[in-house]
């Protein structure tokens, strides 16, 4: 199988749908956004394929490199996106997801081929280990996608906020979603993410132990300062909304603060992951 020309289809077939959505969005005509719609569940239709053959073909799983995972990172975006533009349709998810998943196939082909897996914690439990890898893995990396969608839903709230209070946005034809939208759903998918992050945080302590042999290591490094900064961060702001009922700005400004620690400890884990 010509595992290249798969896989710039499925770049080809995304670019099309977001272009298609795309359209939709900023115009009047309604026939643009089926058809973006369906070009980009075809792309990940294709991608999930791609995945698979891969793993029969050649033995490539996702997690076994650094290139898999910045795959598998694209493939949960689009899914991602999806469940979001079923819950709240026709507004700017189109436009911002599609481009992500674009990065983070192109990423995946453009960084160097390098082993990822854990092989020490591995070898302690081979099969079950594995589960509870990919687990952890797919847990942590939702959890930062929904921090990231927190984030961008925050910047486009004080953005809107701020043309309304200068009487400067001009509605026309473009779908502008309310204020109220924006903060709501800010807070459900924090809350959706920080389930996730604490998931994959408790079973990547559970890992560090299981690979000591069970014994508890103390040593703290920034590794695991990071995301634990990270939950720490979110944590004050869903305590802060429910006890104080946080809203509007402030909220916004907590997401941004929070996502950008998040980035911080992203960015350090692939450094780590890249240096091995």
């Known amino acids: 199988m010509n595992f290249t020309l798969l896989f710039w289809t499925i770049c080809g077939i995304y670019s099309a749908g977001w272009?298609?959505?795309?359209?939709?969005?900023?115009?009047?005509?309604?026939?643009?956004?089926?058809?973006?719609?369906?070009?980009?569940?075809?792309?990940?239709?294709?991608?999930?394929?791609?995945?698979?053959?891969?793993?029969?073909?050649l033995g490539n799983s996702i997690f076994d490199s650094l290139s898999g995972l910045f795959l598998f990172l694209s493939l949960l975006i689009i899914v991602i996106f999806f469940i979001l533009d079923f819950t709240y349709p026709n507004q700017i998810f189109k436009i911002v997801f599609p481009p992500l998943v674009i990065f983070f196939l192109i990423l995946s082909v453009a960084i160097y081929d390098q082993?990822?897996?854990?092989?020490?914690?591995l070898n302690k439990s081979p099969v079950f280990g594995k589960f509870?890898?990919?687990?952890?893995?797919?847990?942590?990396?939702?959890?930062?996608?929904?921090?990231?969608?927190?984030?961008?839903?925050?910047?486009?709230?004080?953005y809107q906020e701020k043309k309304i209070k200068n009487k400067t946005l001009i509605l026309q034809?473009?779908?502008?979603?309310?204020?109220?939208?924006?903060?709501?759903?800010?807070?459900?998918?924090?809350?959706?993410?920080?389930?996730?992050?604490?998931?994959?945080?408790?079973?990547?302590?559970?890992?560090?132990?299981?690979?000591?042999?069970?014994?508890?290591?103390?040593?703290?490094?920034?590794?695991?300062i990071l995301p634990i900064s990270t939950w720490t961060v979110y944590a004050i702001f869903l305590v802060d909304r429910f006890v104080n009922g946080l809203r509007g700005k402030t909220t916004a400004i907590w997401a941004i603060t929070g996502f950008c620690v998040a980035i911080g400890s992203f960015a350090y884990?692939?450094?780590?992951l890249i240096q091995r």
């Open 115 to 121: 082993a990822i897996i854990a092989h020490g914690f």
């Open 269 to 272: 884990e692939i450094s780590l």
């Open 132 to 158: 509870l890898l990919y687990v952890h893995a797919s847990c942590s990396m939702l959890g930062y996608l929904l921090f990231g969608v927190g984030c961008l839903t925050s910047i486009f709230f004080l």
């Open 173 to 224: 034809n473009v779908k502008v979603p309310s204020l109220g939208f924006l903060d709501t759903l800010n807070y459900k998918v924090i809350t959706a993410g920080f389930l996730f992050l604490t998931v994959g945080i408790l079973l990547g302590i559970n890992m560090k132990i299981i690979s000591s042999g069970g014994h508890v290591n103390l040593d703290v490094s920034l590794r695991q």
């Open 19 to 57: 272009l298609f959505c795309g359209l939709s969005f900023f115009s009047n005509t309604t026939q643009n956004k089926p058809w973006g719609e369906r070009l980009l569940f075809l792309g990940m239709g294709f991608q999930i394929f791609f995945i698979i053959a891969e793993y029969i073909e």
